[in-house]
């Protein structure tokens, strides 16, 4: 609209109002009375007037107006007022605020030239809006002839034609200037503007109207390729040149211009709605890179609000950790490819640094120019975290998330060195549940999942912030608990995760009770190594377990007990070792296979002591190996069975071979074969009736020394036996190179024949090796007729055992079995 609101009171002379339009280049005037727009009078008005008549030109505007004034709210769309304009053929409307007070004059042109109407004159040529039969006058003619004819034509313009001159045009506009200035009675040929200017009727209406704006004109002349005049166009019939078609086309275009407008709009909003929500940061920057726009999310990602970034760059985010070619590298990418994506490190506005996963992209103008970049991030530290915490599940239990047994062997060892370096101990406590199976067995494993979750907060609780509490599987846990004084601390705490753990359960409507039992070892007490220190605490809380459940035992008191019974056994055996009292040899006969014929015997230590009573080999023969007692009293066997023989050679009994064993010490001991020679020489024996028994684990080490020693007995005169065969290393490779005599099958291998069939493989593979390596091949144990009747089968040439003959006093030997070699 005009808002520079022209208006004179209704007395001012038609003339003088005309002047201050045509000075203003006005198209209206209000017509006021008292202050009150009471009409208005408009250039078009100018056609009624009698132009042939002076005076008729200076009667005051408020005879002349027109009282009716249309008015239109200021805030009435263009669309609607370009329909009043045509529906309600009018110039005109006086544009009213909510109080009906006047703010402007809205006309026709203005409607057209601030329409959005830009699609609709874009579609439009001129053909189809102009005034097809325009006014075309003889410049010859009078104003007041000129004005009825308009009037007559409802024209606001006219074409003049003048022989031999351009044409030329009269607008309603030339009249109100002719209303303030009269010239006069001169032909409108005279009066005409020149040139008028002019367009093709193939041209479109916008093409038309940026002719009128960019010439200050109102009026194109439309002329055909003939040079002839076809039509006039100007702001009316832009509005209406057609009008009924043009009502409905206004419409299409207006309502497509609204249905594009609130789609942009809805679009808009789902692009503003889908970047607030985003999860993604998302930033938007002009080609220089300064913030323009950040996204809730990048809030949320980088601490800064809105404010601190925008007009800043996004190297306020970096955080140093890439070098300068990191981002020389980005920023080729984005210039050359238009796109970079990728993961860097920024720091958040507290200092906290995080990797982001980032898409930018830079947005193009139609020229190609960039205008704009967008960046898209993630914050994918977490998914980082995400796979340092599935890395990291390896270590923890599933169900409690307590530490599992990988990672609480990490900490033992570390408690460990740190125990050691600090002089302290730790303890290890072995806790089982007591009756879960019952509970997972019978309420099943939900409950019984949940019962373990409850018990690892209990247990957890009851314990000291820097103890590890570990889930072994099933309802084994492990308390490390580092840093004691005392082992009263160890047993302490033991007893509170006994009072938690008896406590009662109520578990999904559930009331029961379960309880715990514990084992505890102490580091450096009972162990030196993680798994001795596990399997001791372990071996406590079975004793736990077997005394009576719900209670803890410590390994400790066991190792005591132990020790103190070895200690004793230990004393004892010195005695023995010293006076030789309470020790005898027992002879167990050896026989031919086939024949059965006695072939020769083991000697076999038999002890009876006042306060132990007997006491077998198997209890007593570690107890001296350890104590290194086994030397005497090894001594004292050789030298008995040494001087039995001896006796046997004396009484004219047929003696055999007697086997004595030895221990590593034993075998290992300073000059064993000289040692052996002397007994040998002190009882006169001639060689070959004292064999030795060896365990491969005696020959493993040092296979060159024990070469040199087994090669100085065999030169005594001493068969040769590996005992035990088949229960150690049983490297047949290296016996190729000792040089050894006999094998003893271990009588494990003669027990399992007749059930499990490897055990006759390995009887069948060392026999026939042994036959190979020209080794006689003893088997022990024999305690059934079935077994020697298997052991027949293959390569064994000596048989031992129950079955054929126990071990027995020298006397009953000699009566039972010397007899018959
Ligand atoms: P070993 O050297 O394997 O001795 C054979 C063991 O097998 C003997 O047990 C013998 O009584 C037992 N035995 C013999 N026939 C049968 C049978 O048919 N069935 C069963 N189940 N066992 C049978 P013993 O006398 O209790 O000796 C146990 C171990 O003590 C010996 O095993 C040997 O390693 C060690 N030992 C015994 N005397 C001495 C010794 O003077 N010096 C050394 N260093 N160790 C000895
Ligand atoms: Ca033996
Ligand atoms: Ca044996």
Redesign the pocket.
């Known amino acids: 609209m005009q808002t520079g609101l022209l208006s004179c009171d209704r007395h001012t002379p038609l003339d003088v109002a005309a002047a201050r339009m045509a000075e203003r280049r006005c198209s209206s005037m209000l017509v006021m009375e008292n202050d009150e727009p009471v009409g208005i009078w408009t250039e078009h008005d100018c056609i009624y007037l009698d132009f042939a008549d002076p005076g008729a030109l200076r009667q005051p505007i408020g005879d002349l107006m027109i009282e009716s004034i249309a008015t239109i709210a200021a805030d009435a769309s263009l669309g609607e007022a370009a329909m009043r304009f045509a529906a309600e053929n009018r110039h005109h409307f006086l544009v009213v605020d909510e109080a009906q007070a006047p703010l402007g004059i809205l006309s026709r042109s203005d409607a057209v030239l601030n329409q959005g109407l830009e699609s609709y004159l874009r579609l439009r040529e001129v053909r189809h809006a102009m005034c097809k039969t325009p006014l075309v006058l003889p410049g010859t003619l009078t104003l007041g002839e000129l004005a009825s004819r308009m009037r007559f034509t409802h024209t606001d313009a006219a074409v003049i034609t003048q022989p031999g001159q351009a044409l030329g045009i009269i607008t309603e506009r030339d009249l109100v200037r002719f209303v303030a200035a009269h010239p006069g009675q001169v032909s409108v040929g005279e009066l005409a503007t020149r040139p008028l200017l002019s367009v093709a009727p193939g041209d479109t209406l916008i093409h038309a109207r940026d002719q009128l704006i960019a010439n200050r004109v109102r009026h194109l002349a439309v002329i055909d390729e003939s040079e002839q005049v076809v039509g006039l166009l100007g702001f009316r019939e832009m509005l209406d040149g057609n009008e009924q078609f043009y009502i409905e086309d206004l419409r299409q275009a207006l309502a497509q211009r609204d249905q594009a407008l609130s789609q942009s709009r809805f679009n808009l909003e789902l692009a503003e709605r889908v970047i607030d929500a985003s999860l993604e940061g998302i930033i938007i920057t002009d080609a220089q890179t300064h913030i323009e726009f950040v996204n809730p999310a990048f809030t949320h990602m980088t601490g800064y609000r809105p404010e601190e970034v925008i007009g800043r760059t996004p190297a306020l985010l970096s955080s140093g950790r890439h070098e300068a070619d990191f981002y020389a590298r980005m920023w080729h990418s984005l210039k050359s490819n238009g796109y970079w994506r990728g993961e860097i490190w920024n720091r958040r506005k507290n200092g906290q640094l995080y990797l982001e996963l980032l898409t930018v992209t830079a947005i193009r103008d139609e020229a190609g120019e960039t205008t704009n970049y967008a960046a898209l991030f993630s914050d994918i530290t977490h998914i980082r975290e995400n796979e340092e915490q599935v890395r990291r599940l390896a270590y923890y239990d599933a169900l409690t998330r307590l530490p599992n047994r990988r990672l609480l062997e990490d900490r033992l060892s570390l408690s460990m060195r740190h125990a050691h370096r600090n002089s302290r101990r730790l303890a290890v406590i072995f806790i089982d549940l007591d009756h879960f199976k019952q509970v997972n067995d019978s309420l099943g494993h939900a409950i019984g999942d949940e019962l373990l979750l409850q018990v690892s907060q209990r247990l957890s609780a009851r314990l000291r912030e820097d103890d590890t509490l570990a889930r072994l599987g099933g309802d084994e846990f492990i308390a490390l608990l580092p840093d004691l004084d005392e082992p009263a601390e160890a047993t302490h705490i033991a007893g509170r995760l006994i009072a938690a753990i008896s406590e009662p359960f109520k578990i999904d409507g559930h009331e029961f009770r379960v309880g715990g039992s514990l084992g505890i070892s102490f580091y450096p007490d009972d162990a030196a190594t993680i798994d001795d220190l596990m399997r001791n605490a372990d071996a406590a809380m079975y004793r736990a377990k077997q005394e009576g459940r719900n209670t803890y035992r410590l390994f400790n008191s066991k190792t005591h007990v132990q020790e103190n019974h070895h200690l004793a056994m230990e004393s004892a055996l010195r005695d023995t070792a010293e006076t030789g009292a309470g020790l005898d040899?027992?002879y167990?006969p050896i026989f031919d296979t086939r024949s059965g014929a006695l072939r020769g015997a083991?000697?076999?230590?038999?002890w009876q002591h006042p306060g132990f009573g007997h006491v077998?080999?198997?209890d007593f023969?570690p107890v001296?190996?350890r104590s290194g007692l086994?030397l005497p009293?090894?001594r004292r066997?050789i030298r008995k069975v040494a001087a039995q023989q001896q006796r046997w050679l004396a009484a004219g009994q047929a003696v055999v071979p007697v086997a004595?064993?030895?221990?590593a010490k034993?075998f290992w001991q300073n000059d064993l074969p000289a040692r052996l020679a002397a007994i040998f020489s002190e009882h006169e024996l001639p060689p070959g009736l004292i064999d030795v028994?060896l365990?491969e684990s005696t020959l493993l080490d040092e296979s060159q020394q024990a070469t040199h020693i087994l090669q100085s007995l065999r030169e005594l005169g001493c068969g040769v036996a590996i005992?035990?065969f088949g229960t150690g290393y049983s490297s047949l490779r290296y016996l190729q190179d000792l040089p050894v005599t006999t094998l003893?099958i271990?009588?494990s291998f003669v027990?399992r024949m007749q059930t499990a069939h490897g055990s006759r493989a390995i009887v069948a593979a060392v026999t026939g090796l042994a036959h190979e390596l020209g080794l006689k091949v003893v088997a022990?144990?024999?305690?059934q007729a079935s077994q020697l009747a298997a052991l027949k089968q293959y390569p064994v040439h000596c048989v031992?055992?129950?079955?054929l003959g126990?071990?027995v006093a020298a006397d009953v030997f000699a009566r039972e079995w010397l007899g018959s070699a």
């Open positions: 040899v027992h167990q083991e000697a076999l230590l038999r077998a080999p198997a023969i001296a190996e086994i009293l090894g066997l004595v064993n030895l221990s034993q028994e365990t005992d035990d003893k271990d009588r027990a022990e144990g024999v305690e031992q055992g129950f079955h126990m071990p």
